[in-house]
T-cell receptor
Framework: GESVGLHLPTLSVQEGDNSIINCAYSNSASDYFIWYKQESGKGPQFIIDIRSNMDKRQGQRVTVLLNKTVKHLSLQIAATQPGDSAVYFCAENINSNYQLIWGAGTKLIIKP | DADVTQTPRNRITKTGKRIMLECSQTKGHDRMYWYRQDPGLGLRLIYYSFDVKDINKGEISDGYSVSRQAQAKFSLSLESAIPNQTALYFC???????????FGPGTRLTVT
């Protein structure tokens, strides 16, 4: 079965607030993690990635946190905007084999 | 112009028909992938190719075949389409030194 999964299928956030999307994984050999954003009618787009030798990485308005002890990954979006509405996927790579294993996705809804 | 293109974008076909989905890329990447996405699920890997002479089965290759005609072209065939192959199909590419994958816009396939 899938080793990557999400806690919440849908997340509603007030515009301007911070969003936190969570992801759990089960394989200790996972060495790379990546977050993608998929807007309606489009293919997934890269947001941010992190290697297993790191516990935090920041981008523009986004931060990914990795807790290897509990095998948990989160994506934080600061000051959520209407354009952030999408489905967010986490994916992992195991043993550097360049194949991504995808979670089921979380739909982020922005409330005005 | 889009870096990864897929044709057709939408297709309706009947059970038992053979159908081919095409993918082209201008990114110069060696690696190409075919995924399917079902409602509420993440992406599942069908086939992948790390170069023109290297083709590998993914998680759900049964009922599908692929052809890597050139570095820039990777096509997916359904030999005899069945209704449970109704899904959204994505092609992706990556550079051999990177885990990041770049996706096409998707092909929505309906098998009746």
């Amino acid at each position: 079965g899938e080793s990557v999964g999400l806690h919440l299928p849908t997340l509603s956030v007030q515009e301007g607030d911070n969003s936190i999307i969570n992801c759990a994984y089960s394989n200790s050999a996972s060495d790379y993690f990546i977050w993608y954003k998929q807007e309606s009618g489009k293919g997934p787009q890269f947001i941010i990635d992190i290697r297993s030798n790191m516990d935090k990485r920041q981008g523009q308005r986004v931060t990914v946190l990795l807790n290897k002890t509990v095998k948990h990954l989160s994506l934080q979006i600061a000051a959520t905007q209407p354009g952030d509405s999408a489905v967010y996927f986490c994916a992992e790579n195991i043993n550097s084999n360049y194949q991504l294993i995808w979670g089921a996705g979380t739909k982020l809804i922005i409330k005005p | 112009d889009a870096d990864v293109t897929q044709t057709p974008r939408n297709r309706i076909t009947k059970t038992g028909k053979r159908i081919m989905l095409e993918c082209s890329q201008t990114k110069g990447h060696d690696r190409m992938y075919w995924y399917r996405q079902d409602p509420g699920l993440g992406l599942r890997l069908i086939y992948y190719s790390f170069d023109v002479k290297d083709i590998n089965k993914g998680e759900i290759s049964d009922g599908y075949s692929v052809s890597r005609q050139a570095q820039a072209k990777f096509s997916l065939s359904l030999e005899s389409a069945i209704p449970n192959q109704t899904a959204l199909y994505f092609c992706a590419t990556s550079d051999k030194s990177s885990y990041e994958q770049y996706f096409g816009p998707g092909t929505r396939l309906t098998v009746t």
